[in-house]
């Protein structure tokens, strides 16, 4: 047989490593892309911050001419939630002012999004999923119709739609596809893992009762978060926290008689090196010197996890965008080429390109 010299036929070929750009189903084209522009870099111009500024600009508007229909609460302090009564409210002002600063940031974000549809490894983008805290309310969902709109007016034919799942089992969820699936052979669940600037989440991820193609009906059977934000813990202290929360969650799941795999997905920001350690990217992590040389976090929760069950843990990481949007995966079959665009803190970013194992168009 003849012998591939291909560096793609090796990539598929190699063992599993953490920060992959070939997993079983798809190929990750790009991800933590930090595009910038003479302004800076472009996802500043589309996150959690920007809409709040959006909000609070229409509100100074307003406050020149008389009282603000929102209060005196400061724009930082208003929950979604409360956003979403005012949208939904019988004070039509208030609302308009809502409304306001989602036309504002559809047009930023559509413009965020012309600028990475320019670069080549975005090029024929069919869709993309959008996920992240800002989806998960009426307001966001309807901000990203609007930005869609947007695109598709200015002759851009692209499908801008809400992630399918809560943006908090997406995270979870995605770890499913960083293995190839006869690694789950035998088992009912997984542990995943989504660490973010603000949020630990831990929980145990069921594959599907109906075995449906692509883990299409996996879905988080138990979880844990913690706010760890609020204690501004250091870095070994979140270890310990989260291995406390894992193994509560083993026991958990022995107990209910869910038989784990004894695999950890772990969804972390920034660019994440074969070896598990990240490159860079962690600054917003708790505790600091994630990047450190010394540190490498699938290894200490190996080293604290050693068995799950009567097999030995392996852990598996890679980037929380790429998890996020890995997720999404069973529900992509009717493309080839998308993306994910997880609005938060801040703007993460990954794109995709469906392997043989998906059902392309």
């Given amino acids: 047989m003849a012998k591939s010299s291909s560096k793609h036929s090796e990539e598929v070929n190699a063992p599993l490593a953490h920060g992959a750009t070939v ?9 933590n892309n930090e595009l910038r522009d003479k302004n800076g870099f472009v996802g500043d111009n589309a996150n959690k911050k920007t809409f709040q500024q959006k909000l609070d600009d229409w509100r100074k508007h307003v406050r020149k001419f008389g009282d603000d229909p929102i209060g005196k609460v400061a724009t930082a302090k208003l929950s979604k939630k409360k956003i979403e009564a005012l949208l939904k409210g019988d004070d039509m002002e208030a609302a308009a002012l809502i409304m306001g ?11 965020v999004i012309r600028k990475f549809l320019k670069d080549e490894r975005w090029s024929k983008t069919e869709r993309i999923v959008v996920g992240g805290g800002f989806r998960q309310s009426r307001f966001g969902e ?3 119709a609007r930005t869609m709109v947007i695109l598709k007016a200015a002759g851009i034919a692209i499908d801008v739609v809400p992630i399918v799942h809560h943006p908090d089992e997406a995270g979870l969820i995605g770890s499913v596809h960083l293995m190839p699936p006869w690694m789950f052979k035998g088992y009912e669940a997984m542990l995943a893992v989504d660490i973010g600037g603000t949020n630990v989440r831990a929980g145990v991820v069921e594959f599907g009762r109906e075995k449906k193609p692509h883990f299409a009906d996996a879905s988080v059977w138990e979880s ?14 979140t270890v310990e926290k989260l291995v406390a929360m894992l193994q509560e969650l083993i026991d958990k799941a022995e107990k209910a008689n869910l038989k784990p795999a004894p695999i950890i997905g772990i969804a972390c920001p920034g660019i994440i090196k074969a070896d598990g350690s990240i490159e860079r990217g962690g600054q917003n992590l708790p505790g600091g010197n994630w990047e450190s040389d010394s540190f490498n976090l699938p290894a200490a929760l190996m080293k604290a996890i050693p068995e799950i069950g009567d097999h030995s843990t392996y852990v598996m990481m890679h980037n929380d965008a790429v998890v996020q949007g890995l997720s999404q995966i069973p529900f992509m079959n009717d493309v080839f080429r998308w993306a994910v665009l997880t609005v938060g803190t801040g703007l993460g970013n990954a794109h995709f390109t469906n392997r043989e194992g998906m059902k392309a168009r």
């Fill in 23 to 31: 997993l079983p189903l798809v190929t990750i084209d790009d991800y």
């Fill in 101 to 111: 600063a989602m036309e504002d940031f559809a047009q930023d974000f559509a413009e």
């Fill in 142 to 144: 309807l901000t990203i």
């Fill in 224 to 237: 844990a978060i913690w706010r760890h934000a609020d204690d501004e813990p250091s870095r070994s202290a």
